[in-house]
């Protein structure tokens, strides 16, 4: 049972910082911008937060900065491809880079400091149930944050009118530029948005999930949030789905290692990896499925006059 708890409780903390991120890459790809460069804003939002918390002792000031310094670097991002309509895939990997470049700079001097973890924010009489309490109603705040953002970002999405924009624009932006919607101005916000959760799903990483910083702790989750986000087809629930399988496969290194299991640990770290490549794999044999919800203009060079 407690093996059970530390499962479910551990996914839940696992997939938060790929949450964040994988919903605010989804919102940008929706409006048609592709978003090669999430690992880069990942790991400067994560060393800007653990230098903001450890010279403030302020979560929240943690955070923002974070979210600001990932929101900067997706504003580069936007500028390159919406207004001087550079190649996504070109723009979004040198930001990456950039924002890589960016974070060992910043974190240089931090290298290896550790800070108090997130505190865990029990929800009264909840936390008290006996094996679901420990599960699900003793975590940080974070999660919880995480948890209430996949709705709100399927409401968006679905259900108002700025979410039908974005759908429309994504679909195409020529289209809805000629009814008098303002392109370049809701991409750019998309990206953003996009920006700033990539930032603060570093800031989880740095703070609370692993409370230290160490150059490469993003170790490839912003690829992942993209691949999540072709594994999930564009829909909310499926790329939420994806976060938490790979968040609990993570996990099954300790969990295989307190059944007193013997398998390589080498492979047990390349695991979630492995299962993420087997999926998209799988996905790709059916590309009718694909476009089916892909953005039409995912990817390709705004032609607005």
Known sequence: MDV????????????????????????AEKSGVLNLGIEGMMATGAAMAFVVLSLSG????????????????????????????????????AVGILGLGLSSAIGKRYEGRTVAGL???????????????????QQDIMVYLSILLIPATWYVLNRTKLGLTIRAIG??????????????LIRTGCVAFGGAMAGIGGAYMS???TPLWA??????????????????????????????????????ELSIQAFGLNIPSQLMSALPYLV??????IISRNPTFIKLNSPASLGATLKLS
Do not use: C
């Not at 600001?68 to 001087?84: K, N």
């Not at 679909?171 to 370049?184: F, N, T």
């Not at 993420?276 to 794999?281: E, K, N, R, Y």
């Open 119 to 137: 505190p865990e924010n029990g929800i009264p009489f909840l936390s008290d149930i006996p094996v679901i309490g420990p599960m699900f109603f």
């Open 215 to 252: 150059e490469g702790m993003i170790a490839g989750r912003g690829w992942i949030v993209v691949a999540l986000t072709v594994f999930g087809t564009w829909m909310v629930g499926r790329v939420a789905f994806g976060a938490y399988l790979f968040g609990s496969i993570s996990l099954l």
């Open 171 to 184: 679909e195409s932006p020529e289209a809805a530029h000629a009814l008098g919607l303002k392109v370049r």
């Open 4 to 27: 059970l708890i530390f499962i479910v409780g551990g996914t839940l903390a696992a997939a938060t910082a790929l949450i964040f991120a994988a919903m605010g890459e989804l919102v």
């Open 58 to 93: 302020s979560y929240t000031l943690g955070f923002v900065a974070g979210a600001a310094l990932g929101m900067v670097l997706s504003l580069v991002h936007a500028a390159l491809t919406i207004i001087f309509r550079a190649n996504q895939v070109a723009s979004g990997l």
């Open 276 to 281: 993420t490549i087997v999926m998209l794999a």
């Open 207 to 209: 703070t609370a999930y």
